[in-house]
């Protein structure tokens, strides 16, 4: 139980369900479950109009900036030692001024893309190997409105595949990455998303990571470019890579909480955001 609990804790530290999608490579044991709620928040300043680093206030005055809270709640259960089912849920709302062509009623918000997913752990549980993950999920068009900066999802459902791998050693220390391609119904471009972390756990009680991740679309349209308007959001070539760092702290066998702080570092058509996020997972 200790050993598992600090997996999740280190992988919890290595990942924000805010921007990072992939999975953990861990899955639950036999008949075991993972149930995490989560809040995260996101500011921007800045966006991305194509590639050229664009003030929110150039566009929509003096002191205008971009946020937004999520509440998510993500379940796992092992459906044996090897296979389990993955569900997520969540509501999110954004604030931002009313802007003509980016934001015509401001803020919104409402019940985000939801994840149905399976992931088969192909290595199983020997502890000489890396852990060799894959993932399949179907991902479901939330209830908001799209079509606007603030919009909080594309508005399209799709499917994603995942590949996963980890190592955790005797020694506290934690490596795990991934790659994630989705593909949307519509004229939503597809992605392709990588993901790595590293962790170590001082201790059964607290751990702390590092992670880093980058999400390529594939489309051809760019914000204010010809044939965005009108405003063709969801359609637009969204790029962006981010770093950011975590901390788990394990209350006792069955609850842990975790702190991740992140920052996007580059982008094409994305909000250039600081992002927060605070959980607590519970294992039974």
Do not use: C
Not at 176 to 187: D, T
């Amino acid at each position: 139980m200790i050993k598992k609990l600090l997996l999740i804790a280190v992988s919890a530290a290595l990942s924000t369900a805010a921007h990072a999608d992939a999975y953990s490579p861990w899955t639950p044991g036999d008949e075991s479950s993972e149930l995490t709620f989560r809040f995260s928040a996101q500011q921007a300043d800045d966006f991305y109009a194509g590639d050229k680093k664009v003030p929110l206030s150039a566009v929509a005055g003096a002191g205008a900036d971009l946020s937004q809270d999520g509440y998510t709640l993500d379940y796992s259960y092992g459906i044996s030692d090897q296979l389990a089912l993955d569900l997520r849920v969540g509501y999110t709302s954004s604030d931002f001024v009313r802007t003509p062509g980016l934001a015509p009623n401001g803020g919104l918000s409402g019940v985000q893309d939801s994840r149905i997913g399976l992931r088969y752990n192909l290595t199983g549980a020997q502890d000489d190997l890396p852990t060799i993950t894959f993932g399949l999920a179907w991902l479901i068009a939330g209830n908001y409105d799209t079509g606007a900066l603030p919009a909080v999802g594309d508005g399209e459902s799709g499917i994603e595949v995942s590949v996963l791998v980890g190592q955790a050693f005797d020694s506290g220390f934690l490596l795990s990455g991934g790659y994630s391609r989705r593909q949307y119904n519509g004229n939503v471009p597809d992605e392709n998303a990588f993901n790595i972390g590293a962790g170590y756990a001082f201790n059964d009680v607290f751990s702390a990571g590092l992670f880093y991740q980058n999400v390529r679309g594939n489309g051809n349209l760019d914000i204010g470019a010809p044939g965005f308007s009108p405003a063709r959001f969801p359609e637009v070539d969204e790029d962006f890579s981010l770093w950011g760092v975590g901390g788990s702290f394990s209350l006792n066998d069955a609850w842990s909480l975790g702190l991740d702080y992140g920052r996007k570092i580059s982008g094409r058509n994305t909000a250039k955001s600081d992002f927060y996020s605070l959980s607590a997972t519970y294992l039974f």
